[in-house]
T-cell receptor, first 114, second 114 residues
């Protein structure tokens, strides 16, 4: 069974631009969560989507948004990029029934904002 | 506020010895705890979990202990192997209402020396 895939793996943008990251969950997984990892901050929860609806949201500004499609694939968007948005963005999927807290992570998208 | 804390940024042990990684939490609503391992350039990989109704869970070389009164959990790796060298994250979940949202600690870099 294929794992969680994220595209692109690396991205370089400049301040003020916007960016869209993509995540394809494990087949059959309907929950997709996004996390931001920065040095010294651990993994910070951004939001979770389940059946195309945002089910949970972390403490991030409105510049961070996401959506989920009917095939459970998800995208997250960051508008008006700031230097502090440079981070590793991780997507995780989970099955709604089996160990719903046990999330499976993709390799991440490394975003650098110049 | 940091609801999940891993106070040791790094830990170094000899191959064959025990590795003990610690984690403290403050939120009494957390009822499920997980440990993830992360290698550079990869997403976190699920290791082991424990429900708040238990105080110990074992899986091969990995054992997680939960002390609810102290709001403390630990991961024991016995015997430690060089391939265990990675960053270990402790994570917690606050029940079904939180969906798949996990709150992570800052991580502990484990180095197992041959």
């Amino acid at each position: 069974k294929a794992g969680v895939t994220q595209t692109p793996r690396y991205l370089i943008k400049t301040r003020g631009q916007q960016v869209t990251l993509s995540c394809s969950p494990i087949s059959g997984h309907r929950s997709v969560s996004w996390y931001q990892q920065t040095p010294g901050q651990g993994l910070q929860f951004l939001f979770e989507y389940f059946s195309e609806t945002q089910r949970n949201k972390g403490n991030f500004p409105g510049r961070f948004s996401g959506r989920q499609f009917s095939n459970s694939r998800s995208e997250m968007n960051v508008s008006t990029l700031e230097l502090g948005d440079s981070a590793l963005y991780l997507c995780a999927s989970s099955h709604p029934r089996v160990g719903y807290n046990e999330q499976f992570f993709g390799p991440g998208t490394r975003l650098t904002v110049l | 506020d940091q609801q999940v804390k891993q106070n040791s940024p790094s830990l170094s042990v000899q191959e064959g010895r025990i590795s003990i990684l610690n984690c403290d939490y403050t939120n009494s609503m957390f009822d499920y705890f997980l440990w993830y391992k992360k290698y550079p350039a990869e997403g976190p990989t699920f290791l082991i979990s424990i429900s708040s109704i238990k105080d110990k869970n074992e899986d091969g070389r990995f054992t997680v202990f939960l002390n609810k009164s102290a709001k403390h959990l630990s991961l024991h790796i016995v015997p430690s192997q060089p391939g265990d060298s990675a960053v270990y994250f402790c994570a917690a979940s606050a029940g079904e209402t939180s969906g798949s949202r996990l709150t992570f600690g800052e991580g502990t870099q484990l180095t197992v020396n041959p």
